[in-house]
């Protein structure tokens, strides 16, 4: 059974940096990505529709997460699929933050501090990935890429958060469970 790929492969006229794609985001959190509408009344983050002109690609990765990381190999089939590995590489390492038995609280400081370290953009020799993805042609496009990583960062951490606590004051231990997982054999 082949890995879920990103639906948003046939989005034309995005903006893509070396082979990185900058997809629009529904979020509050500053940076380049253009702003989707948010969600209608009525719809929450879980129950959004993928035909939905607010679903976006942290939606995806979030979606696919769990189905996707059980994969050691993936077929990389365009630039939104660059998306699709880095948010679920980064979603894992957010989930290592989390400990069972984490206060919401806690686990918001470890997700945002996360989400705020500094980190390594493709081209880096840090960057895990880079045999995947090209680095940037020049210094503005780099540094374009790093506001949208992060920016892409904080609001994954956002709507983590959310679904991993969505039961209460304790963490979930469905999400819990995929903390030893490798996606890929990967981690950020």
């Not at 940096?17 to 879980?46: C, H, K, V």
């Not at 503005?140 to 960062?153: F, G, H, K, M, P």
């Not at 969505?166 to 950020?188: A, D, I, Q």
């Amino acid at each position: 059974m082949p890995a879920y790929h990103s639906i948003f492969l046939q989005d034309q006229d995005v903006r893509v940096i070396g082979n990185f794609a900058l997809l629009p985001l529904r979020t509050r959190t500053r940076g380049p990505a253009y702003t989707l509408p948010q969600l209608p009344s009525g719809t929450t983050d879980l129950t959004i529709d993928p035909d939905s002109e607010s679903y976006d690609p942290l939606d995806e990765v979030l979606s696919l997460f769990r189905a996707n990381t059980f994969f050691r190999n993936f077929e990389i089939k365009g630039p939104a699929d660059r998306l699709l590995i880095y948010g679920i590489l980064f979603v894992s390492e957010c989930l290592g933050k989390i400990r069972n038995g984490m206060g919401q609280r806690d686990a918001e400081k470890a997700l945002m501090n996360t989400a705020l370290d500094q980190f390594a953009i493709p081209g880096d020799a840090s960057f895990p990935l880079n045999q995947a993805f090209e680095a940037p042609r020049d210094r503005q496009d780099a540094e374009t890429l790093r506001q949208y990583i992060s920016q892409v960062r904080q609001e994954l951490a956002t709507r983590l958060l959310a679904r991993v606590y969505s039961g209460g004051s304790t963490p979930s231990k469905w999400w819990l469970s995929f903390t030893k997982r490798k996606f890929m054999g990967k981690s950020l």
